[in-house]
C-alpha cells in the first residue's frame, strides 16, 4: 500500500511540474534550412529553462505573419513574441500592440544595452525608445563569381567599386552566340524595393520628409532626388544593354538561382546568404567573392541600412507568460545565439561581443566573405539616412516602386517618370494613412 502511495505522489509531482509550465509562442518568417536552426535554438532555451515550453511556428513571409498576428489579436488569441520585418516598425508602434522592449530593460538591471551594435539598434530606436529586440539584422552587398571575373580577362580581387566600374565589369562579363542570344550576363538582383533603399541611404539621400519620419510622422516623399535618379538611370543602362538578367517582382530564389548556375557573374541581395551562397558556390565549383556595394563615383558617402527583422512582445498576455517571453528574448539576443545564427544564415551578430569572439576565435580568417559583409556595415556614417525610413505605409511604397520600375525595364516609363509617379503615389499614400 505504501508503494503505491508513493508511486501516486511521485506522479502526481510530475503531473504537477508540467502543469506549472508556463507556454508561450513564438511566430517567425524564416524558411527553408532555417526552420530546423530557430526550433533548434528554441530546444536549448527550453533546456536552460524547463519551466518554459516554448511553441514554435513558422507563420509564412513577413507579409503572411504581419497578417495572421493582425487576425489573431482582433480574435483575442494574440501570440506572445512575433517575428515583425524592419519595415513594420511604424506600424506596429501606431498599433499600440506590442509591449516596448525599453519597458522590460528598464525594470531588468541585469540587462545591457550597451553590448548591442549601434548600427543595429538605430533602426528600431524611435523616440528614444527601443521597441523590438534586433534579431536577424543584415543589408545587400555585392557577391561576384572570381572564376568568371578571370576568365572575362578581370582582376578577382578588385571587384568595382563605382557605377562605371560596375557597368564595364558587367560588360565583360557579358556574352553572346552567333545569333544574338544571351549566354551569360553581367549581374541580377531583385526586383525589389529595398534596393533602391539602399542605394538612396548609400548616397546618403532621404526616402521621406521629416528626418526619414524619425523625428516626426512622415508627411511626404522626399525619394524623387539626385540620389535616387542615378540608381534607375544605373538599372535601365544595365537592362537596355543586357547586362543585367531582371527577375519577377520580388523574386529572390530566382537571382540567387541565376548566380549560382553562372548565368549571371555578379549578384547583389542581402548578406543572409553569405553562408548559403559560399556553399552553392563549391558544389557548383567556383569561387565566391564578396563586396561592398558600389556607388557613383562622385556621390555623397552615407551607408546601408538595416534590413531583415526583429522580436516584439506582444500585449495582452498574461503577467507569467509576459516575463517568460522577455527571458526568451533576452536568450535569442545572446552573444551565443547571436554566433549561431550569423554562422548558419549569414545574417550579422546584433552584439559587439558576438562579434569580439569571432574575431579572437579565427573565423573571419576562415570566412573572409562574412567580415566583408559586416565592415561595409561597420564603416557606414551614421544618420537618419543611414538609420532608414520609418512610416506606415512601407509595403505600399515597395508595391508601387516595383510596379512602376517593371514599366521601366518594358520601356514604358523613364527613370524620371519612374520617381515622379512613385513620388506623387507615396505622398498619397501617407495623406491616407495619416488622416486615419
Known sequence: MKKVLVVILVTLMFVTLGLSKTKIQFWHAMSAERIQLIASMAEDFMAQNPDIEVEVQYTGSYVDTLNKLIAAI??????????????????????????????MIDQDPTFDLAAFMPQVLNYYVVDGKLYSMPFNSSNAILFYNKDMFAAAGLDPENPPTTYEELIAAAKALTTKDDNGNIITSGITWPLHCWF????????????????????ATATKSALNNEAGLKFLKLWKTLSDNDYMINTKKEDWSAARKLFVSQKVGML??????????????????????????????????????IGGGSLWMIDGNPEDELNATWEFVKFMAQSEQQIKWHKGTGYFPVRKDAVTDLLNSGYYGE????????????????????????????????????????????????PEEVLEVTDRQLNELLEEYNQF
Open 74 to 103: 482582433k480574435a483575442g488569441t494574440p501570440p506572445n513574441v512575433v517575428q515583425v520585418y524592419e519595415i513594420g516598425t511604424r506600424s506596429m508602434i501606431d498599433g499600440e500592440i506590442a509591449v516596448p522592449m525599453q519597458t
Open 196 to 215: 533602391f533603399e539602399q542605394y538612396l541611404a548609400l548616397q546618403d539621400a532621404p526616402l521621406v520628409n521629416n528626418d526619414n519620419g524619425r523625428n
Open 367 to 414: 570566412n573572409p566573405d562574412h567580415i566583408v559583409a559586416l565592415m561595409q556595415l561597420l564603416f557606414s556614417k551614421q544618420d537618419y539616412n543611414t538609420n532608414g525610413a520609418i512610416m506606415g505605409v512601407f509595403p505600399e511604397l515597395r508595391n508601387t516602386f516595383e510596379g512602376n520600375v517593371e514599366k521601366m525595364i518594358a520601356g514604358e516609363y523613364t
Open 268 to 305: 547583389i541581395t542581402s548578406t543572409s546568404d553569405v553562408t548559403a551562397l559560399n556553399n552553392d558556390g563549391r558544389e557548383n565549383g567556383f569561387e565566391v567573392g564578396a563586396a561592398f556595394l558600389p556607388t557613383p563615383k562622385d556621390s555623397a558617402k552615407g551607408g546601408v541600412v
